[in-house]
């Protein structure tokens, strides 16, 4: 499967995802046709190991949506606790995205 590129122009939403008592601000961009094509998320301290796993993260999300990876599969994918909510900031921003897609 190739990699579908974003147009050079594009509108970017911001959300604010807390988890652990870390604040995450988290860009979302999106193709011209609505659906999630890139994610940044950022701690608030950078310089950070948390900040530096936040950014790397959002990369992964980012090429695997290019890719055509679901983020319904990608939230299923990582850990969760004995009430089912993510256990990371990663799958806590999921989780968001996927209830902003329904």
Known sequence: MSRERLPNC???ETIDVVHGGIVYTAGIGRYDDGRIAEVFLNAAKSGTAVQA?????????SFALQYGAPVEA?????????????TGPVGALLDLLAEGDR
């Open 53 to 61: 796993i936040a950014h790397d993260s959002a990369v992964l999300i």
């Open 10 to 12: 594009r509108p970017c």
């Open 74 to 86: 990608m939230r299923a994918a990582l850990a969760r606790d004995a009430d089912g909510a993510a």
